[in-house]
């Protein structure tokens, strides 16, 4: 008895109770949803039974309260997210993200690596993460043409965007995503430590998050632009989309909406390359070309692409017990896009500007002293597909479609008539067919084939056939892997190739028929960081602009035989990393292209901090060889060949330091050292010149809840 006369509490054998409680509370928790609420209100009535009236009855609640969330917070929240879909292997249900890109025409999708190293993020523009080097107008965002001719890909809807779309997507290479957490990037390239007017600013911002196992929706803003070197060459290039899918067990869908705009003052280059190669004077005070002309171009995107899997499997026994996905199954799809794209050329050449009067070659067929030059494409285009899986996704044959599609299209270049009738666009209406069918055999061999033939409509007779193969052997770890492709494509010039009436240039053509095949093989060792590529291309009745930057048809045949080598090479902390590209073209009058082009990184690696941080200090360096290097017509928006001055064989080297600091990698480079010591041959296209003597900062970082 204590000295109030209340009755002694055992308060050891009370916390004990509390703690069996607490126990059984969770056990229940673990039941199924049913019998989880009856057994939860059971245990609370007898807790108040028990406990009712006993001292430290309010820190007992608030001490079960917390435990129970605790609970919650460590086991059920944190349970996995599985998703199950037919169109993802099993084996990849519990990876905490994935990232791919999916076919239009089939909806399949194609798994690509989310790679967040510092090795695969040094290179900031885009234009060099698959190539060696490219011909580009010097600041971030500018048109560019890939140096490898078989990365070189024409936008076939819109010629005018196709120097751009290296800073963008098309629907077909747009990623997708599915995360178990949320998942967040941030990257930032420029020079920060510039003056206002050379300065650059690129910026990547993407958040994916799953709203279910089978629902994601991912936002994207990616900007690169800058104030450029020389006068007038202010580049803005953006890029907002969003994107969203559905992977269901039956059902599979992808959605996505891409704006791109375009902001360039164009100076056509500098006057007289001797201020470069032969002065040290400052870039802002070379003379340009062009001194009040501007591009914009506008993209608007907006898709759709689903499909249902219907199974087939009515005879089988033991159909129930087969996985998602698996056996005969039919799969009925249809796709969607809406898009525009415009362009809009205006610049102010007076009467007593030689300059920009001679750099059109005294040309004006619509006003004497200024350009409105404009162009637009509408597409609405609609696809039915049906895919037939005979057997199961493993199996030599996996695979069997076909679909259909129809082409609206609109389109606009200025006509006199306009002036009179108001502007009318010409219409096309084009119908297609296609199919194809791929197959594997384990993890050794795949192959796919595919053709697309167009019935009706202005591009009536088009075709494209192509075919790929894969043997992979694996007597060391990540295997062996050997690649085939072959292709023939049959295509129709755009109607802007055949007919421009522009300001400064006006033409109107008969074009034939292009036709190119391609044979190409390629070797991979991830094991060694090796990867060895070799390609033909036969190309009939090509296409090319001269030195006029007036459109042309090669009379004769073009060969193109490209050989392309990247290795790294680690010797204890130092690293080789070699980008060796070699290229003969037939008819360098028609395709002029460097023989040899090297991209050389070597540097010296170490670890800073084991498993925090690790750091390069090295040197970046790209030369190629000798040739016509082309030039850049700014009111057509096109690269064309010119036979004035040749321009190579001179480095053009980067110092750096790249840190990768957990998920985080950072590079700071300062461009073109070897300035004051060489020549000034660093031109990126002809009298385009590359950043020169600029210090530059780089960061990607990944945020994600492991």
Known sequence: ?????????????????????????????SMDTVTLPLMDTLIMEYEDSIVNNLPGEREFRQWRRDQRKAYRDSVIQNTPRILESFAIPDSLYYKRALRWTHDQGTNKIKFEKIDTSYNYHFFDLPIYKNDADATYLGTAGSASLPTNYFNRKDFDIAPFFTPYMDYSYTPESMPFYNTKTPYTVLSYWGNPFGTTTNEEDDLNLMTTQNITPELNITLAYQRYGSNGQLNNEKT??????IGSNYMGKKYEMHFGYMGQTIERNENGGIQDPFWVCDTTVDARSIDVNLTNAKTALKRRSLFLTQSLAVPMNFFRKNADSLAVGQGTVIYLGHSLEWSKYTKLYTDEISSSDKVGSAFYREQFNIFTNASHDSLAVNRLENKLFVTLQPFGPDAIVSTINGGFGVQSLKLYSYQPSDFITGVKPTSQFNTY??????????????????GRMNLTGYYSGDMNLQGNVRFSMFPIRDGIHLTG??????????PFQKSVLFNHHKWEYDLKKTTESRLTGELSIPRLNLKAFVGYALLTNMLYYNETATITQAESPVHV???????DIKLGPLHLDNRVLYQVSSDTEVLPLPKLTLNL????????????????????????????????????????????????????????VNIQWKRASLFAKYCNVLHPLTKGDYFSAFNYIRPSEVFKFGLYWPFYVE
Not at 561 to 567: Q, V
Not at 619 to 636: C, F
């Open 1 to 29: 008895m204590d000295m109030s006369g209340e009755p002694e509490v055992d308060t050891l054998a009370i916390w004990q109770l509390r703690e069996s409680l607490d126990t059984l509370s969770q056990i229940f928790w």
């Open 236 to 241: 803005n290039d953006r890029t907002f989309s």
């Open 433 to 450: 067919v296609y199919g194809g069918a791929d197959g594997k055999f384990r993890k050794y061999f795949a192959w796919d084939a595919s």
């Open 485 to 494: 492709h072959i292709e023939t494509a049959v295509k129709t010039p755009h």
């Open 561 to 567: 035989l490209t050989g392309y080598l990247t290795e």
């Open 601 to 656: 990184r070597y540097y010296i690696q170490f670890n800073v901090v084991k498993n925090v941080m690790t750091m390069q200090i090295g040197a970046n360096g790209i030369m190629y060889s000798k040739y016509y290097l082309q030039a850049y017509e700014p009111d057509l928006g096109v690269f064309y060949n010119q036979k004035e001055r040749e321009w190579g064989n001179n480095p053009y080297v980067d110092a750096f």
